[in-house]
């Protein structure tokens, strides 16, 4: 089975990583709705300590527009994932594949916008 998600190593620190992977979704039309910090949530709930994570929440208008059309309730699966993380010190950049999870919906032609999508998060990912 193909995973649900993409992930880059980069040479950048954590912080660059943000700013970079920032700057590359917005060149491929996607805006960050939100910016989780999850190690500083954990510390704060669980009292527990994580390395560096944040997840953002990116969308690209024209796409969720047209997903929207396709299968209204698709919110439960949006907006798009993307994480970067440090793990040993090294830092990373994630995906979600929008191929493996918009297969949780039956909805025609679902998987081709799925595939258009998927396509500028990886190239948002693998420009930095």
Do not use: G, H
């Amino acid at each position: 089975m193909k995973n649900f998600w993409y992930t880059k190593e980069v040479t950048s620190s954590f912080s660059e990583a943000i700013d970079d992977i920032n700057f590359a979704l917005l060149e491929q039309w996607f805006w960050i709705l939100t910016q989780i910090d999850m190690q500083k949530n954990l510390k704060t709930k669980l009292n527990k300590d994580i390395e560096e994570y944040i997840i953002l929440w990116a969308c690209n208008p024209q796409f969720a527009n047209e997903a929207m059309e396709i299968e209204y309730e698709i919110w439960l699966l949006l907006p798009c994932n993307v994480v970067v993380f440090k793990k040993r010190w090294r830092v990373f950049v994630s995906t979600i594949m929008p191929t493996v999870l918009m297969r949780w919906t039956w909805a025609d032609n679902m998987d081709l916008l799925a595939k258009k999508v998927e396509k500028k998060l990886i190239k948002a990912v693998d420009s930095i």
